[in-house]
């Protein structure tokens, strides 16, 4: 009986200290790889040089990209840490992209909202959407609430925080349309939830933490190694009852932020941002082979709804790249040009809106 029990303890240590090992393993290798991408930036997607002709300044742009850093904000879920780089600057206060040549004596304040394509990924800090148009507006303050991954929901939710505090604002301006569906749509996210969702709940649930001492770093590499490349599931490509209840969710997450605008005095106007998988754009060039059907379900349902509604403060602008030049450095993000344009249609937009009393 001694031998045996001596026999089941031995395997069982040396089972423990076989799953220490290998989880020891892996925590070694995705802490190394964590540290070597922030050491020897690469560049995970191809710089086309069609709409990025100068591409010693697009290599620095996605180098700068792809160093910064999350950190977490209650209510809205992230923002990016403070960063200063040679193209693209984070402030330490609010962990927000900052705009050259805004200072606190312009006389009327901007505020603008939406996802990485707001914020500026793929362009320095000069050509941002927000930056053409202080380029327009000079005597506007201008601000750019935009994160990367952002829904309308986080916009709102970044915009309640700004109400509460009674800050300054004269203009809103959601710019919204390529997360959303892609966001929502997911099999692993909730109709109000964002793309984080699945990694704070697991954080939040209790769990036994020895356990997670012999196999959460396993876990984490088998499922990195198996998910790459793989999008979850969407509900949106043949459910067009899902599709339109994500695109009536946009377009309520739009309404209240224009009510909550409205609480503070500002002029408010939501944006349908424009995407390389709907209309006619120049996509020649991409070699991305996602379909972008989620986009195809969820907008005709926006417009739909728009003219139905006939509102007025939300502003189509998805055929605003139907042109021959190469605008779209993916799927989503666009060059300098693209981001011109539209800062150039929001301009139009403001000057013929009525200030508000």
């Known amino acids: 009986m001694k ?9 069982v240590a040396v089972l423990l200290v076989g799953l220490l090992s290998v989880n020891f393993f892996f925590s070694i290798i995705i802490d190394g790889v964590y540290l070597y991408n922030k050491t020897f930036v690469r560049i995970g997607q191809p710089l086309y040089r069609e709409s990025l002709p100068d591409q ?40 927000e992209r900052m705009t050259p040549h805004t200072t606190n004596r312009q006389s009327k304040n901007i505020h603008f909202f939406g996802g990485s394509t707001m914020w ?53 301006v959601f710019y919204d349309g390529c997360n959303d569906p892609l966001t929502l749509c997911r099999s692993d996210v909730s109709i109000n939830g964002h793309r984080e969702e699945s990694k704070i709940i ?6 036994w933490e020895m356990p997670k001492s012999l196999w959460n770093s396993t876990q984490k590499a088998i499922q990195t190694i198996f998910k790459q490349g793989h999008r979850p599931p969407s509900r949106c490509k043949d459910n067009p009852d899902y599709a339109k209840t ?21 002029d408010f106007h939501a944006i349908l ?49 139907d042109r021959k030049e190469p605008i779209y450095i993916d799927l989503c993000h666009v060059n300098s040009l693209g981001n011109e344009i539209i800062a150039q249609k929001i301009s139009d937009i403001i000057s013929r809106s009525k200030p508000s009393s």
């Open 56 to 95: 010693e300044s697009a290599q620095q742009i996605f180098r700068e990209l792809r160093q910064l850093t999350k950190q977490y904000v209650p209510y809205m879920g992230w923002s990016r840490k403070p960063f200063s780089g040679v193209t693209t600057h984070v402030d330490s206060q609010h962990g």
């Open 202 to 207: 697991q954080k939040l649930e209790h769990g």
């Open 273 to 321: 941002q424009p995407v390389a998988r709907f209309g006619k754009p120049n996509t020649s060039y991409l070699d991305e082979d996602f379909d972008g059907l989620e986009w195809n379900a969820v907008y005709p349902h926006i417009q739909h709804i728009k003219q139905q509604e006939n509102l007025t403060w939300l502003h189509d602008f998805s055929d605003a790249f």
């Open 120 to 172: 500026g990924s793929g362009v320095d800090d000069h050509n941002t959407i927000p930056a053409h148009f202080h380029t327009l507006h000079p005597d506007y303050r201008v601000y750019n609430h935009a994160q990367s991954g952002f829904i309308s929901r986080q916009g709102l939710a970044r915009l309640v925080n700004l109400v509460n505090q009674s800050h300054p604002m004269d203009v809103i």
């Open 3 to 11: 031998t045996i029990t001596k026999l089941i303890l031995t395997n």
């Open 246 to 266: 994500v695109a009536t969710t946009l377009v309520n997450n739009w309404k209240i932020s224009k009510t909550v605008a409205a609480m503070n005095g500002a």
